[in-house]
């Protein structure tokens, strides 16, 4: 009975790999689970490699747990990018930030702070107005479907400086 409760289970990270192409190897779990768990917050490679590097949960793992070089870790993001796996956002400085992308989701607003340069997501500001944004996205979608645009995502980035970086700069400018 054990083995055949062990055959039915399946890992969710392994099925979307599976799903969409790809090997399920070490490398590709890590990555993929690191940004499952961290769904809300995007990041660029190097962010990325610092934050897989200092994964205490993935130490001792075998393959899972040595240090991915920066060209594995650029092909591996590249490719999940590719099957819709990640979404891939390029900010003003054009430096690339990856996050895991929900399948339900065709739009994920984000804010992105030109003094700190931290990227927030929106959707909990916006609330009230995510459905609304949610049905512009498809309509826009299903209409360059139509045009015979292939393998779409949408990327609202909304630029500006957060309200942390506009309170230190006006005490700084307020200091005597």
């Known amino acids: 009975m054990a083995t055949a409760l062990s055959l039915t289970l399946v890992d969710p990270i392994d099925a979307l790999l599976s799903a969409h192409g790809l090997r399920r190897t070490g490398a590709a779990r890590r990555v993929l689970g690191w940004l499952l768990a ?12 610092s934050a897989l590097q200092n994964d205490p949960v993935a130490e001792g793992q075998g393959e899972c747990g040595s240090a991915l070089d920066r060209v594995t870790l650029y092909r ?6 590719q099957v819709g796996l990640l979404l891939c956002r390029v900010d003003v400085h054009r430096v690339r930030r990856y996050q895991a992308m ?3 989701v065709h739009a ?4 992105e702070c030109q003094s700190c340069h931290r ?4 959707q909990g500001a916006l609330q009230g107005n ?4 949610e049905v512009a996205a498809q309509n826009a979608l299903q209409a360059l479907k139509i045009l015979g645009y292939q393998g779409l995502s ?5 630029r500006g400086v957060c309200a942390d970086c506009a ?6 400018h307020n200091a005597p």
Request: charged residues 15%; aromatic residues 4%.
């Open 108 to 111: 994920l607003p984000h804010f």
């Open 38 to 49: 961290h769904p809300d917050t995007s990041y660029t490679h190097a962010q990325l490699q």
């Open 76 to 81: 591996l993001i590249d490719r999940l990018t």
């Open 102 to 104: 929900p399948a339900s």
């Open 119 to 122: 990227d927030q997501p929106l």
């Open 154 to 158: 949408l990327d609202l980035a909304v």
């Open 167 to 172: 309170t230190a700069a006006q005490t700084d």
């Open 130 to 133: 995510a459905l609304d944004l």
